[in-house]
């Protein structure tokens, strides 16, 4: 018998492990996703795996022996039989038999079947949103570095049960700023007040300033031991105004 090279057999096992992962044949499928502004969970349950079934032996029936017929050697001396006359039975009169009323018994239905746990049953997490805050609150100079943050949570956690499945959903905000002089900035980190906040951003001109921060969520969910990353991303948009002012300024003799 003549053997296959090693990387030939693996090229042959490939596709039939991603045929079968593409069934549905576990306990339960569970896919986690974002629409909408919103963490959509999905569950269905699964089929299991096929029980094998064991053909069952063919019968084959012997063919039927068939009859032997004896002729006779002088067929004219074997005396036939004489028929005798049947009498006809005699009928008894006719009779018109009763109708009798029926009721009409109406079919009853039988109770359709629960539907089984498919992918349009939804559950359903709205996230956390968080406002903007700035520091110094009233009347913030120009040229003195004004303080920004957000008070979302650093992270987001949840665990649901869905077609008793349990998922365990974590997710972690990132930040865009746009603070209304031209200026951006993209971080993960929520900033904080004054002494120790990151995100703080200096205005050299008077006026009112529109604040503009984006808000997206991306992260993982865990289900039986294994993580995969949630496809899409969730984004909330929150608005702010600042209005800088100059400071007087006075001589001191």
């Not at 963490?39 to 063919?63: D, F, L, N, Y």
């Not at 997710?171 to 993209?186: A, C, I, K, M, N």
């Not at 808000?215 to 948009?237: E, L």
């Amino acid at each position: 018998m003549r053997k296959l090279p090693i990387y030939l057999l693996l090229t042959l096992l490939v596709p039939l492990n991603a045929a079968t992962a593409a069934d549905c044949v576990d306990t339960a499928c569970i896919d986690v996703y974002t629409q909408d502004g919103q963490i959509i969970i999905e569950g269905k349950k699964g089929s299991g795996p096929k029980a094998k079934t064991t053909p069952k032996p063919r019968v084959v029936k012997p063919p039927a022996p068939k009859p032997t017929v004896v002729k006779p050697i002088f067929p004219e001396l074997i005396p036939r039989p004489t028929a005798t006359p049947t009498p006809k039975p005699t009928l008894p009169p006719k009779s018109t038999p009763k109708q009798t009323y029926k009721p009409r018994i109406k079919p009853t239905l039988k109770p359709k079947a629960e539907e089984s746990v498919s992918l349009n049953d939804r559950l359903i997490k709205l996230l956390p949103t968080g406002g903007i805050a700035y520091q110094p609150e009233v009347e913030p100079l120009v040229n003195v570095p004004i303080y920004f943050w957000s008070d979302l949570p650093t992270q987001f956690a949840t665990r649901v049960t869905v077609v008793g499945e349990v998922v365990d959903v974590l997710l972690r905000p990132g930040f865009v700023w746009s603070f209304g002089d031209g200026t951006f900035l993209s971080t993960t980190d929520a900033g904080g007040p004054y002494p120790n906040g990151k995100i703080k951003h200096t205005y050299k001109n008077p006026g009112s300033y529109p604040i503009t921060l984006v808000q997206s969520w991306n992260g993982n969910w865990t289900h039986n031991g294994t993580t995969r990353a949630i496809t899409g991303t969730i984004k909330t948009t929150v608005f702010a105004v600042v209005t800088v002012v100059i400071a007087p300024t006075r001589f001191m003799f």
